[in-house]
């Protein structure tokens, strides 16, 4: 069997610096791009992250292409993954920093304009996203917040209970 295989062209601190740069990077990149889910984004979005990967495929192996630097960098990236999600799940501060805060988006049956733009959505996407969840009247809607998560929670205005 070849070495080449399994025997990195650079020292396993090279790979894991790297690896841990460009997770970092694009999930700076990722946050600043803004709430969607994957199921959300639209067609350009979608490309952009592709070729966002792709791009940055050889800036973390360096041109190692042995099997074992591609265990390290995996290695490296699902290890920041799972820390990033213990320190969310410790710290609020950090977690608001990575998944970002709830914004609300309708509140008494009124537009949030400028959450609405904070959040990078245009008025017709609010009202797909509103549409997809059985709503097509906004004066019906006590309150549309889109999650840190991306998904939108809608409360509607007659599943509030009564004043007293």
Avoid: C
Avoid at 11 to 33: D, I, N, S
Avoid at 69 to 82: N, Q, R
Avoid at 144 to 152: D, I, T
């Amino acid at each position: 069997m070849s070495d080449a295989l399994w025997i990195p062209s650079l020292p396993f601190a090279h790979l894991v610096l790297r690896a841990a740069a460009v997770y970092v990077f694009v999930l700076v990149l990722l946050r600043l791009a803004g709430k969607r889910q994957i199921g959300q984004m639209g067609a350009a979005e979608f490309v952009a992250l592709l070729l966002v990967s792709n791009a940055v495929q050889n800036s973390m192996n360096g041109g190692d292409n042995s099997i074992t630097g591609g265990l390290v960098l995996a290695a490296v990236i699902m290890a920041l993954s799972g820390a990033l999600g213990w320190l969310s799940y410790r710290s609020k501060r950090i977690s608001d920093l990575i998944q970002g805060r709830p914004v609300m988006l309708v509140y008494k049956g009124e537009i949030v304009v400028h959450n609405l733009a904070k959040s990078g959505l245009a008025q017709r996407e609010l009202h797909v996203m509103l549409r997809h969840q059985g709503f097509e009247d906004i004066r019906g809607i006590h309150e549309a917040v889109l999650e840190a998560n991306g998904q939108l929670s809608v409360i509607k205005t007659s599943d509030l209970p009564p004043r007293a």
